[in-house]
């Protein structure tokens, strides 16, 4: 069974950045794809970001592009997400997720094991 704890959320000011960490345990990491996923009060929770299994190809939401980036290191199985010109938008619970799958997926139903989530909140 795998163990992941997401870490690095905050509050921050509209325009600022955060870098979200996401350890895993438990399941060979570097075998399969992670993914960041966010849930905001009242809504559902929707694909960020996602990365494969080597870190050679990665996908994001249209509302992460350009300003969100994924990441990883699997010598330390860890999982990262910065996250820079950060919007009110943005405010969520952020959850890292590990994959079945080998290539990035922005389906939840491909991710299996989750975090418990850390909170990011950007103020106006």
């Known amino acids: 069974q795998v163990q992941l704890e997401e870490s690095g959320g905050g509050l921050v000011q509209a325009g600022g950045s955060l870098r979200l960490s996401c350890a895993t345990s438990g399941r060979t990491f570097s075998s399969y794809a992670m993914g960041w996923f966010r849930q905001a009060p009242g809504k559902e929770r929707e694909f960020v970001a996602a990365i494969s299994w080597s870190g050679g190809s990665a996908g994001y939401a249209d509302s992460a592009k350009g300003r969100f980036t994924i990441s990883r290191d699997n010598a330390k199985n860890t999982v990262y997400l910065q996250m820079n010109s950060l919007k009110p938008e943005d405010t969520a619970i952020y959850y890292c997720?590990?994959?079945?799958?080998?290539?990035?997926?922005?389906?939840?139903?491909?991710?299996?094991?989750w975090g418990q989530g850390t909170q990011v909140t950007v103020s106006s």
């Open positions: 997720a590990v994959s079945d799958y080998r290539r990035p997926s922005g389906l939840i139903r491909d991710f299996r094991s």
